[in-house]
């Protein structure tokens, strides 16, 4: 055995024989296993709940009698956001977020059920989630086990022994570093055995997951580095530890909320009740589909009649309320989906003013890899809205045209008031089949490991930089000795 592997082996047995490292890191890796066997049975249930609630929905569209085909626009029905396979490592936004949005004509609904709405507000101060435990727990606790191993040896006298013994000091802190490294190892086991039980399901998801646990990696790894540069540099154990605990808290808790703050800040962006004021107003001035004769459609009108070549909208091929229900579901569409372009946007830009941060706090970069690898991102999410706009317009516009070319005009603007109109004005439920399936799934697992690699190298430069501190402390150790 080599002068590394007996270090790191001293190391273990040191830590073994502490209490406090002994109850802290089986405290870790307990919270480790319970947060891993909650992720999985609490993301498998949420995506059965969710897919069978999709598979429902339709079914009761489906099931519906023979009816106006307005009266099933305005009938609509729910879509879901079932997460994605590895939300298990990160859950992402999915509980900030809504979890389904009810799709139905002229308006654009906002998603609901976010689940932090539906728990109390002390469940809210932390996601006991494997993301959460990497990035905010664990570094903790590599502190607390290696914020004395180097300055220890200094104040109990051996490392003037380890030096007269022929140690070098890049070899006492690669023993050190791997020692650390077993114990992040262990702590990252019960995320790898998640990630490959996840895999035996989903296959295409393998180099997602492997981005995944690389970042975790690379994060701790920076760690490491970082607490054996100040445990060697420090005077005393006290200074080292009080040394690393202040940054811990700047880079895993402050500068976060810094970056927070100065990306809504620089990028205010609009609320929701703001918007569908103005939203509201300018739908008002677009018209109202329900009524042909409002000024709105005059010049629609007059079109309509040109391409067809008549003088009266009665004597159209096709039912002409039908037609000014699709002129007004498209205005009303493209005001709105102006608006929440724009949100869109802004909140993407708001993304990347965050991001900036990462050069102060690597807990941003891990979390911004973990997220986009896995698919639990603001992207993702902003992918789901965008779906799910453009099915509902699919299908609103699919029962206008019925509308327009399967009933009579003249039956549909006496329906109200001759019951047998009425009658005649009702189509054939087997017309619902034409509402599609619904489809949001995640970007390709190629493109979000694509689009991984930009906080991947984040992180490895943070583990260059952690690296190069930790060679000069070697340095200042050698010339001490």
């Known amino acids: ?50 897919e069978a609630d999709q598979a429902r929905t339709r079914e009761h569209f489906l099931a519906q009698p023979a009816r106006h085909p307005h009266r099933m ?12 396979p590895l939300a298990v490592l990160e ?12 799709l139905e004509g002229h308006r654009q609904n906002s998603a609901t059920f976010a689940a932090v709405q539906e728990t109390s507000l002390l469940a809210r101060f932390g996601d006991l989630s494997p993301a959460f435990l990497v990035q905010a727990v664990a570094p903790l606790v590599l502190i607390l086990m290696g914020y004395g191993s180097v300055v220890r040896e200094r104040e109990t006298g051996t490392l003037i022994q380890l030096w007269t013994h022929g140690i ?32 035996v399901g989903h296959r295409d998801e393998a180099l997602p997951a492997a981005i995944c646990l690389l970042a975790d990696l690379l994060y701790l790894g920076a760690w490491i580095c970082g607490v ?63 009524d042909p004769r409002s000024p709105a459609f005059a010049q629609f009108t007059r079109e309509v009649l040109a391409r ?25 569409a493209e005001i709105q989906q102006g608006f929440a372009a724009r949100r869109l946007a802004g909140e993407a830009a708001q993304a990347r003013v965050a991001r900036r941060f990462t050069a102060l706090s690597p807990a941003l970069a891990l979390r911004w890899a973990s997220m986009t690898s896995v698919g ?22 699919a029962l206008n045209r019925l509308h327009a070319e399967a009933l ?40 979000r490991a694509q689009a991984a690699t930009a906080p991947v190298l984040v992180l490895a430069g943070w583990l260059t930089a952690a690296l190069l501190l930790l060679r000069r402390a070697a340095r200042a150790l050698g010339r001490a000795a």
Not at 15 to 41: D, E, I, K, N, P
């Open 168 to 199: 070098r000091p890049w070899q006492l802190l690669a023993g050190k570093a791997g020692a650390l490294l077993a114990a992040a190892l262990l702590a990252l086991a019960p995320v790898a055995a998640a990630a490959l039980w996840t895999l």
């Open 376 to 397: 639990t991102d603001l992207a993702a999410y902003h992918r789901f809205l965008v779906a799910a706009e453009a099915h509902r317009y699919e299908f609103v516009q």
């Open 408 to 447: 009579n005009y003249a039956d549909d603007a006496r329906r109200s008031a001759d019951r047998t109109a009425e009658q005649r004005t009702r189509i054939d439920a087997g017309h619902w089949a034409l509402l599609p399936e619904f489809d949001a799934a995640p970007a390709a697992p190629a493109a």
């Open 73 to 84: 626009v305005h009938y609509g029905h729910y879509v879901y956001r079932v997460p994605p």
């Open 228 to 290: 054996l540069a100040v445990s060697s540099r420090a005077s005393r154990r006290w200074t080292a530890l009080s040394g690393l605990l202040a940054g811990w808290l700047l880079v895993v808790v402050i500068v976060p909320r810094v970056a927070a703050d100065v990306a809504q800040a620089s990028v205010p962006v609009p609320g929701m009740t703001a918007d569908g004021l103005r939203a509201g107003a300018a739908l008002r001035a677009a018209g109202d589909g329900h």
């Open 1 to 50: 055995m080599n002068a590394v592997l007996r270090i790191a082996a001293a190391e273990l047995r040191y830590w073994r024989r502490s209490r406090l490292v002994s109850v802290t890191f089986g405290a870790l890796l307990g919270l480790m296993l319970l947060s891993v066997l909650s992720a999985a049975a609490h993301i498998g249930e949420e995506r059965r709940t969710r």
């Open 308 to 332: 067809y070549g008549v003088s009266s909208v009665e004597a159209l091929p096709v039912n002409f309320r039908g037609l000014v229900m699709m002129e007004g579901e498209r205005k009303s």
């Open 91 to 102: 859950p992402g936004v999915d509980a900030f977020t809504g979890r389904s949005i009810f």
